[in-house]
């Protein structure tokens, strides 16, 4: 999988932010999770939405909200909206004011 993230000069498709991905391992160690991301597995695509991290044992899923995530708030709520009717429990990490 790394060599595909090189090969695309760090992006594959969606594109995905590295430091998203360090924060999500980082919550995961705190909260005794293992979530699957865009670095360790590629993100896993769920009818067409592809969650940030998602912890299928525990039926977790986080969302980081980057700045461009203001313009899109609608979109990302329904898509919240769809994850908690299957049953996972959405965890939304800001990182902007």
Do not use: W
């Not at 594109?15 to 670095?39: L, R, S, T, V």
């Not at 969650?51 to 039926?59: A, H, L, V």
């Amino acid at each position: 999988m790394i060599s595909k993230i090189e090969k695309r000069k760090g992006k594959i498709c969606p594109n995905y932010n590295p430091i998203a991905c360090k924060i999500i391992d980082e919550y995961g160690q705190k909260h005794g999770c293992h979530f699957q991301h865009a670095e360790n597995g590629g993100e896993v695509c769920i009818d067409g939405y592809f969650p940030d991290g998602i912890d299928e044992k525990n039926k977790i899923i986080i969302e980081v909200d980057e700045k461009h995530h203001a313009k899109t708030k609608n979109k990302d709520l329904n898509k919240q909206k769809y994850f908690e009717k299957l049953g996972y429990k959405v965890i939304r990490i800001k990182l902007y004011e």
